[in-house]
């Protein structure tokens, strides 16, 4: 199955409502972004593997999605 979602917020209410085994997650969506977003969704299943896609290297990025719980940016 694949999804897609709009904003952060989706993401989450959609990973609640189906089964996810990965995710690729961009750090620059509207609402709560991919950062909040990724910590909500592995709060409520710490088993889904989330790939982040960011443009951000040089920033706090990177390190603060692995810090989130993230697999690899």
Do not use: Y
Not at 40 to 58: A, F
């Amino acid at each position: 199955m694949a999804g897609e979602a709009d904003s952060g917020e989706e993401a989450v209410k959609w990973c609640r409502s189906n089964h996810v085994d990965v995710i690729l997650m961009d750090m620059n969506m509207p609402g709560i972004g991919g950062l909040e977003a990724t910590k909500k969704i592995l709060r409520h299943n710490p088993d889904i593997k989330i790939i982040v896609l960011t443009v951000h290297t040089e920033n706090p990025f990177p390190t603060k999605v692995m810090q989130a719980g993230a697999a690899a940016t």
